[in-house]
């Protein structure tokens, strides 16, 4: 079993940058697959973006590409998520999740196994 930990949310204006972590705790790191996914109000909650065990592969959501990177520092057990260029649209609650599925990039929610509490990112206009 693995406990995460999100921080790194916060009130930013249009156009500007947050970095988001996810400290992991508990079993190996490199056992998982790790994502981000983000659920707005109103909304349900949808895949962000998601990286192997080794950083070997990554996937985003069409929306975020180009301007959020996920990465991972196995030596800390942290998954990272940089977002740039941010927009009123993605202001959400951001959660990072862990699945089994190693090798193999997951975007589905019921397809990861553990899950933080969430962090709050707000975009203003």
């Known amino acids: 079993q693995v406990q995460l930990v999100e921080s790194g949310g916060g009130l930013v204006q249009a156009g500007g940058s947050l970095r988001l972590s996810c400290a992991a705790s508990?079993?190996?790191?490199?056992?998982?697959?790790m994502g981000w996914f983000r659920q707005a109000p109103g909304k349900e909650r949808e895949f962000v973006a998601a990286i192997t065990w080794n950083s070997g592969y990554t996937r985003y959501t069409d929306s975020v590409k180009g301007r959020f990177t996920i990465s991972r520092d196995n030596s800390q057990n942290t998954v990272y998520l940089q977002m740039s260029s941010l927009k009123p649209e993605d202001t959400a609650v951001y959660y990072c999740a862990a699945s089994h599925s190693r090798v193999i990039i997951r975007v589905v929610e019921d397809e990861y196994d553990y899950w933080g509490q969430g962090t709050q990112v707000t975009v203003s206009s």
């Open positions: 508990g079993r190996t790191f490199t056992s998982y697959g």
